[in-house]
């Protein structure tokens, strides 16, 4: 039991540094990663989390299945949390990834530039 509890503790280290380290190789910006943990752990922190304590505090109190009020609130309170957790993801994906893109775009004013060809030119 000892032997397979050290084994799991390892290999659960070896995952994460391993996808800690091609994060890191991956995204060179600190501010990425930093603006992706914020808006995951933010959200996980005033959603989720609650959601999950009362749930398991309903259950342990209740010797027994969840009353359906509980349930009720404790479902709305978790997707909530995801959706917000998703909105918050994909806003600084937009951010961290295509912003820097449609800029190579623009000019310093924000303008898209437009090549002129020999028809606009008339």
Known sequence: MEEESLFQSTAITVILVVITLVT?????DIETILNLSGSTM???????????????TAIIQAKGP???????????VLAVGIGMM???????????????WLWQFSDTQGDFLVEETADTMD
């Open 24 to 28: 890191s190789l991956l995204i060179p």
């Open 42 to 56: 933010g959200a996980f922190i005033c959603f989720v989390l609650p959601a999950v304590i009362v749930m398991r």
């Open 66 to 76: 969840m009353t359906i009020s509980t349930l009720f609130s404790v479902v709305i």
């Open 86 to 100: 998703l909105a918050c993801l994909y806003q600084v994906s937009f951010v961290a990834i295509l912003q820097p």
